[in-house]
């Protein structure tokens, strides 16, 4: 077929698929001009091929959207931006130079597809009573060049058997009558028939430089992208980066770990842990059980095997928990091993030389009917300072005060409630007051510079502006690291010396090469995570230890603490089965990523929240099911379904760049909230992308798009019998009234095609959504992570998280299957869960209560009415439920330990709420 025969149809085909919808860009018709004239373009002309893509290329994505922007904006507003003008002008200039460059066609001596894809681009700028004449006057080879194609037969056959003579208000008139939706510049959104956008769903405005940053941003994005790195064994500091080193604080071995133990450390170290790797930084998080001290001799007293036994015991307990929880340490050790002695000795004796170690006697608490001294965990009685009756030995959990054991009133064995005799004893002393001048001067510089969560500043400052004092590092047990000082070598150091130089044990086990973190204070950043009530051992005391060495330590740049995790409307409690343990969760049969995603929607970050069981529910089923995993699977069945897996061509239009912007704007805000560690805020991130999906495929309805209007079906219905005839126009000799069928038949076609391709683009933008979104869920749910990207096939090289949303999944990309991601919870079974982890419901303090003792009555009822006034005043300042409830708990254990100090029932008594009035009338 000669060049011009085929010419003939493709400018009737090209006229069709640019000129009806003008100014409403598919690359189909490109394709189909390339499918026409094949044999003219590839056959034996080498590196034509290549300049024709090129120029096709450039018509896509420069020329066409910019005449569809301006033929919109004239036809909504009757007027062109001065930046419009500005940019139009600069297409020109360089069609301008290439046609006075190639004096027939735009790639050589011949007319190519990219002269007629192009000339049909231009037609809006050339036509009658077009509005841009005075903007085209100074382009006078680009003139010539489209006054030549215009005289060709083809050309101007095409166009009298398409519209006559073309003119403006006719494009005017196709536009207006366009089912599209289109944006005006003034911002009112305008639509037409069933294919419009629904403007009742709405989404957030962006600015024009937004926009115009996110669409560059989404255009080249190998430019912008780094590549992830090989995480290495061992992870060792590097010159010239950034080196994270974060530490959990480590848990206890005496029991289980609750909710609040794992969203207290672990696992919030672990979401930033996972953030960190995802940004590409060098990072190292280590964990480990925390495995002397009394709690472990009692728990193997209680067990009736060694401490030893216990240690392995719980250890492997917690390695399992965390690893169904999946916590992705890159090392998860323990205390009792050689390394902790030696460092921990080590440590000591540099203090010691250095003048930081001081010996005096003190008073301890001996249980005589246990026969041993209490450690301080193992007395409780009334807080010295705030009257608190059940604060522990070492620090009270109302006030938040360290406690001398011998300070507490009425103190009392929690083993055996016996009341604890005063014994004197030779103990070591860290002197922080002769240390605390290096502390002020490592925390004004890291307070200024590091991240530390606003209550660990107020705990550590409050610490200081009393001045330090000293503090004992030594105990009277068998348990623990011992100490190497003749005379006391048969103590133990305190297990609050001895456990964070745990993190550097740890670290010692994981690799022969941990000086290099932990000597190495000016290229490493030291990350510590944990909550309230162990700052002042990682802010004052572990600090101080270290600084008084001399040696030039990795000492704590940042920490965060958080508050409480209370359960329900009290605390967790082991002994009486109230709240959700370890292996629990995992025995509810709901997946751990859930759980995961729930305690870090409730972080408590800055006030102590409460696990919620109807809480619980809702969250999963509203924003995991509805919201995030509808929007996920929507867009993958919407690929699988209508574009047979495989990711459709993108032809962003304004509101798909006003999207990336939007979700350029929330992933920045996602970035600066893990890296500032408020990993709650990220959650909401997340989902606030996930609803901008979901409103966007809502707004524009891919699923009428991609099937076509009513009519436009009954039409795809002949399409194809006049497609055959359509065909004949290229072979043989055309009659005009077989080019008119063709011609209707690309005009109805054309639109179809257009229908289908923007209904591409809504499902394909929406797709690598879904794809930005699986990585940046990924800190806080790993597993479903993994199952989008599966379902997604993605690219192993989309798992980064950068400032800019490019687009990870390409034309052509191939999917994998779809399926739900999550499942809903019924309330049926959150009924039974509730019922299961509510404990037994006993007032814990009551048999710890002597009966008919005058001192404790009048004590408790100082307390109770004390806790009343706190209740009223949370509720008539209209505080949190989660504030009001675990205060309203406490009032009834106190009126009921009252009650059987008083000889009376306490099982009648109740908190004297308003209902509880209602009952006594
Ligand atoms: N209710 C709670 N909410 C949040 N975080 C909590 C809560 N209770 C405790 N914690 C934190 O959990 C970890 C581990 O606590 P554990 O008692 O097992 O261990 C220790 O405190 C020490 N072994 C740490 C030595 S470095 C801890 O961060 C608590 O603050």
Redesign the pocket.
Known sequence: MPVWAASYSLCANAVTCRCLPVGLQYKISQDRCRYILEDHTSTGQGGLTTVIDEWLEWEATQLQPMIQKLCMSQTSTGKVTQNLETELKRLLSHLDNSTRNNPIGLTGSDISVADIVIWCSLLPLFCHETPFTDVVSGYSHLQEWFQRIRQMAPASAALKQLKGDLSFREIKMSLQAQPLFYQSSDGTKQTTTSHAVDSSVTLPSVSEEETRKAEAAWNSPSDTVPILRRREVPILPKDGERNILIT?????VN?E?????????VLSADVFARFCRLRNLNTLYVCGT?EYGTATETKAMEEGVTPQEICDKYNRLHTEIYKWFNINFDYFGRTTTQAQTEIAQEIFWKLYHNGYILKDRVEQLQCEKCNRFLADRFVEGICPFCMYEDARGDQCDKCGKLINAVELKEPRCKQCNSRPVIKTSHHLFMDLPKLQPLLDSHLAENFEHGLFSSNSKIITKSWLRDGLKPRCISRDLKWGTPVPLEGYTDKVFY??YD??I??ISITANYTDQWKQWWLNPNKVELFN??????VP??SVIFPCTLLGTKDNWTVVNNLS??????YEDG??SKSRGVGVFGRDAKNTGIPADVWRFYLLYLR?ESQ?SAFSWDDFLLKNNSELLNNLGNFINRALMFVSNNFASSIPDMVLQREDKELLALVTKELNLYIDNLANIRLRDGIRNILTISRYGNQYIQAHKPWVKVKGTEIEKERTKRINVLNSAAMLVVYVDVPDDATKTFCHSLTTLGTIIRHRARAGTIVGLAANIACLLSVLVQPYMPEVSKTIQTQLNAPPSCNIIHHEFVPQLLPGHRIGKPSPLFQKIEPSTIESLKQKFAGKQLPSKKTSVPVGDPNTISRLEKAVAEQGNEVRRLKSEKKDKSEIEPAIAKLLDLKQQLATAQGCDPGTVTSGGKKDKKKKK
Request: hydrophobic residues 40%; contains cysteine; aromatic residues 18%.
């Open positions: 959990s604080a480590l848990p206890y029991n770990p609750h909710l609040g133990n794992i969203i207290g450390c925390d297990v609050w456990a964070p745990g993190y995570f944990m909550a309230k009530d162990n051992f990682h603490a958080t508050e409480y995790l209370n605390k967790f408590p102590d």
